[in-house]
Structures are given as structure tokens and as C-alpha cells.
């Protein structure tokens, strides 16, 4: 964003606050709202009414983790409208329809969950995205019966394991541990929880990391998350050098994407390495697959 405003590409600029302000409302920040007035302002400005339904799915997100499930339906379904009249977007950029399908499931209205579950599946299936479909999967998951939620969760998970999405997999971590919680099963609902919870806490994603707890204390496991929580202690920039450089990149080729020079690079890795306590890149990456749940998806396999 700060990039954008520099170089006065106004639109540019607009569409980072737009993804700051997902951030923020996944980690439940009160800025979030703000930035999304900001954002539908300035597009408004110049006629791009259309946006507003990427704003409208974000306040959407952000009072589903909340636990507000009207107020999310109230945001998603005008946005999904708004979709339809004007064009604008393509839906499956917003997830709009797996979020109204958890929304509707913890609204107790199956009906409406069952018809935005069949959508989410077909739009899914069109845009041949792992994530999109492992969304659509702990969707089924939801409404599964007892005997069929071990397997839609087992085949979302496992679509997760092909898209490193560490957020995407902890909610459907958590997901299937509420699940079954509720049919019964607590002890084999605390490994999936604990995992989410693991993830939530290291990503600051505080009301997710809340629903994880409850979900916990319920099981009657006292909650407790220090694992990697040093990830926030690293600046914006040196998060980027560590999902690049844990991705295998080199640091020429992380100078190259983010418009750094090596030496830059260096220096910021240098301090990452000295925050997370680690000593070689192969540490490192182990440790950012640790987060993103590739090593939990062998074990669980």
C-alpha cells in the first residue's frame, strides 16, 4: 500500500487497503472497518461501485470470526447481490458462499447452508482451486452426517496439503474439531483444535484463536499456544523474506520479488533468524511447514 501512495497509483493503492483491511479483520483489529470505509470511498469517487461488494464479503469474514453469523449473512448475501447485478467480480475471489454456509450452520438453518454448500461445490469445480474446493469440502464437512465427516474433512484436509493456505487449513482444523466435539468424540476432537490453535496464535488471528480455546476448555484440555508465536514478532518485510526464502527461493530471488537489494535481504534475514532461534534456512523452512500443517498432514494421513 505504502508502495502504491508513493508512486501515485491511486487504484492500486485502494486495492492493498482492501487486502490490509482482510488482514486485519482476520485478526480481528478495529482498524479493519475503517480501512474498509476508506477503500469503498475512494472507489466510489471514481465510479467503481462495483468494489463495494469485495468490501461487503470482508465485513462479512470479519463478523464471522466475530460470532456474529447474522450480521455475516446480512454483509455476504448483499454482496453476492451486488455480484449479480453488476458483474464486477467474479465470486470466487471472495469465498462468499463457504462463509455463508458456516454462517447459516451456526444460525441453525441447514436449508440455507445446503443451498449456498451446492453453489460454493460448483464454483469450486470451475475454478479447479485447491483452496476453493478444500473451502467447499469443510462446507460438506459441516453438514455431514456422523457417519460421512471423517471422510469430507479427511478429503479437505487433504486438498489443503496442495495449497499453503496455513489460515485456511486451521479453520477447517477447527471446524472439524467443533464437529466432533458435538457429535461426542472430544478426545479425537483436541489434536485437530490444538493444531488450529497452533496456527491461529502464531498468525495474531486472535478471534479464531478464541473459538479455539472454548472449543478446548469444553473438551476439559486447559489452552495454552506458545508455539511460534515469535512469527509476530517479525516485521511485514521480514515475513515476506521468510515465506520466500522457507519456499526455497534464494536471496537473489527474494531481492528480485520484493524490490530489495540482496544485501537488504540479508539483513532481514539475519534477523529473522535470530528471533525465531533458528540457524539454516533448512531450519527455517521446517519450521514455517511446521505452521502451515504440511508436516500435520502426514501424520494425520
Same mark, same amino acid.
Given at each position: 500500500?505504502?508502495?502504491?501512495?508513493?508512486?501515485?497509483?491511486?487504484?492500486?493503492?485502494?486495492?492493498?487497503?482492501?487486502?490490509?483491511?482482510?488482514?486485519?479483520?482476520?485478526?480481528?483489529?478495529?482498524?479493519?472497518?475503517?480501512?474498509?470505509?476508506?477503500?469503498?470511498?475512494?472507489?466510489?469517487?471514481?465510479?467503481?461501485?462495483?468494489?463495494?461488494? /469485495?468490501?461487503?464479503?470482508?465485513?462479512?469474514?470479519?463478523?464471522?470470526?466475530?460470532?456474529?453469523?447474522?450480521?455475516?449473512?446480512?454483509?455476504?448475501?448483499?454482496?453476492?447481490?451486488?455480484?449479480?447485478?453488476?458483474?464486477?467480480?467474479?465470486?470466487?475471489?471472495?469465498?462468499?458462499?463457504?462463509?455463508?454456509?458456516?454462517?447459516?450452520?451456526?444460525?441453525?438453518?441447514?436449508?440455507?447452508?445446503?443451498? /449456498?454448500?451446492?453453489?460454493?461445490?460448483?464454483?469450486?469445480?470451475?475454478?479447479?482451486?485447491?483452496?476453493?474446493?478444500?473451502?467447499?469440502?469443510?462446507?460438506?464437512?459441516?453438514?455431514?452426517?456422523?457417519?460421512?465427516?471423517?471422510?469430507?474433512?479427511?478429503?479437505?484436509?487433504?486438498?489443503?496439503?496442495?495449497?499453503?493456505?496455513?489460515?485456511?487449513?486451521?479453520?477447517?482444523?477447527?471446524?472439524?474439531?467443533?464437529?466432533?466435539?458435538?457429535?461426542?468424540?472430544?478426545?479425537?476432537?483436541?489434536?485437530?483444535?490444538?493444531?488450529?490453535?497452533?496456527?491461529?496464535?502464531?498468525?495474531?488471528?486472535?478471534? /479464531?484463536?478464541?473459538?479455539?480455546?472454548?472449543?478446548?476448555?469444553?473438551?476439559?484440555?486447559?489452552?495454552?499456544?506458545?508455539?511460534?508465536?515469535?512469527?509476530?514478532?517479525?516485521?511485514?518485510?521480514?515475513?515476506?523474506?521468510?515465506?520466500?526464502?522457507?519456499?526455497?527461493?534464494?536471496?537473489?530471488?527474494?531481492?528480485?520479488?520484493?524490490?530489495?537489494?540482496?544485501?537488504?535481504?540479508?539483513?532481514?534475514?539475519?534477523?529473522?533468524?535470530?528471533?525465531?532461534?533458528?540457524?539454516?534456512?533448512?531450519?527455517?523452512?521446517?519450521?514455517?511447514?511446521?505452521?502451515?500443517?504440511?508436516?500435520?498432514?502426514?501424520?494425520?494421513?
Amino acid at each position: 500500500m505504502a508502495l502504491a501512495q508513493e508512486t501515485h497509483q491511486v487504484t492500486a493503492a485502494d486495492y492493498a487497503l482492501l487486502m490490509l483491511a482482510t488482514v486485519e479483520a482476520g485478526q480481528g483489529r478495529p482498524d479493519a472497518r475503517r480501512h474498509l470505509e476508506m477503500a469503498t470511498a475512494s472507489f466510489g469517487r471514481r465510479g467503481a461501485h462495483g468494489i463495494e461488494s /469485495w468490501a461487503l464479503g470482508i465485513s462479512g469474514f470479519l463478523e464471522q470470526g466475530a460470532g456474529h453469523p447474522e450480521e455475516a449473512v446480512r454483509h455476504l448475501e448483499r454482496a453476492e447481490a451486488l455480484m449479480a447485478e453488476t458483474g464486477s467480480l467474479h465470486p470466487a475471489i471472495l469465498s462468499t458462499a463457504p462463509e455463508l454456509v458456516e454462517a447459516y450452520v451456526r444460525m441453525g438453518d441447514p436449508v440455507s447452508a445446503t443451498r /449456498w454448500f451446492t453453489t460454493a461445490t460448483q464454483r469450486a469445480r470451475q475454478s479447479e482451486n485447491a483452496t476453493a474446493m478444500a473451502q467447499a469440502l469443510r462446507c460438506g464437512g459441516l453438514l455431514a452426517s456422523p457417519d460421512d465427516v471423517d471422510a469430507a474433512f479427511g478429503e479437505a484436509l487433504a486438498c489443503h496439503s496442495r495449497s499453503p493456505r496455513p489460515f485456511e487449513r486451521a479453520r477447517t482444523e477447527l471446524c472439524y474439531g467443533e464437529r466432533l466435539r458435538r457429535d461426542k468424540r472430544p478426545g479425537e476432537a483436541v489434536p485437530y483444535l490444538e493444531a488450529a490453535g497452533a496456527t491461529f496464535s502464531a498468525l495474531g488471528a486472535d478471534p /479464531w484463536l478464541g473459538r479455539c480455546d472454548r472449543e478446548l476448555r469444553a473438551c476439559g484440555v486447559t489452552t495454552s499456544h506458545p508455539v511460534d508465536a515469535s512469527l509476530r514478532s517479525l516485521t511485514a518485510q521480514e515475513l515476506q523474506v521468510t515465506l520466500r526464502v522457507a519456499g526455497g527461493a534464494t536471496n537473489r530471488e527474494v531481492a528480485a520479488a520484493l524490490f530489495l537489494s540482496p544485501r537488504t535481504v540479508e539483513s532481514h534475514l539475519a534477523s529473522v533468524f535470530r528471533k525465531l532461534e533458528v540457524r539454516t534456512r533448512a531450519e527455517l523452512a521446517k519450521r514455517i511447514a511446521l505452521i502451515s500443517g504440511e508436516a500435520r498432514s502426514g501424520r494425520e494421513e
